[in-house]
């Protein structure tokens, strides 16, 4: 089936540093999510984007991190800067519509914070 | 407080055999989704079914079905017919309404370890 593509798969970088996580998400689909999954624990929500915007944000996404998609490019998560806490999985998913679709995940990007 | 609890850390099943998982789900919405998914060793994440809260049947994908307790707010996943490669965590994930419909809340998860 469609696929959510996500670049790189891991991530190591430097405390105070800025990374950006790259999502394609299915070619179709409408709205963007980003969530974030420390080792072994739920999944937690951090945003969703839609039409070129936030559309919600949780208590995770603190101000040091922003999404965007401009046209035709990658959805990404940047985090500036960078901060031990931030080491986690990190999910983009996708889906068509906002009702009841269903999310097609990517395969997560592993970033450690040294 | 937690909108989605799996008390299920792990469970261990011998293959062949059919395992259910539980969840319960809190939320004060009339219309809402209630889905399970499965995490792979690899951490890949895959869709595995979904239950509208509006209807009635529980509903069923392959080997996959659902117990959806309404009243209970209950929502177990049924797999029958385990096979070695079920052994995965299981997620349970509800999606509400207005304003929040566009988030997805998971539980904790439940480690399957099907052995043959």
């Known amino acids: 089936g469609p696929k959510v593509l996500q670049i790189p798969s891991h991530q190591i970088i430097d405390m105070g540093q800025m990374v950006t996580l790259n999502c394609d998400p299915v070619s179709n689909h409408l709205y963007f999510y980003w969530y974030k999954q420390i080792l072994g624990q739920q999944m937690e929500f951090l945003v969703n984007f839609y039409n070129g915007k936030v559309m919600e944000k949780s208590k995770l996404f603190k101000d040091q991190f922003s999404v965007e998609r401009p046209d035709g490019s990658y959805f990404t998560l940047k985090i500036q800067p960078t901060a031990l806490e931030d080491s986690a999985v990190y999910f983009c998913a996708s889906s068509f519509a906002s009702s009841n679709s269903d999310y097609t995940f990517g395969s997560g990007t592993r970033l450690l914070v040294i | 407080a937690q909108k989605v609890t799996q008390t299920q850390t792990s469970i261990s099943v011998m293959e062949k055999t059919t395992v259910t998982m539980d969840c319960v789900y809190e939320?004060?919405?009339?219309?809402?989704?209630l889905f399970w998914y499965k995490q792979t060793a690899s951490g890949e994440i895959v869709f595995l079914i979904r239950?509208?809260?509006?209807?009635?049947e529980n509903a069923t994908v392959g080997h996959y079905s659902l117990n959806f307790q309404k009243p209970k707010s209950s929502i177990g996943l049924i797999i029958t017919a385990t096979q070695i490669e079920d052994s995965a965590v299981y997620f349970c994930a509800m999606r509400e309404g207005m304003p929040n419909y566009n988030v997805l809340y998971f539980g904790s998860g439940t480690k399957l370890t099907v052995e043959p």
């Open positions: 239950q509208d809260s509006y209807k009635k």
């Open positions: 939320t004060q919405d009339s219309s809402y989704f």
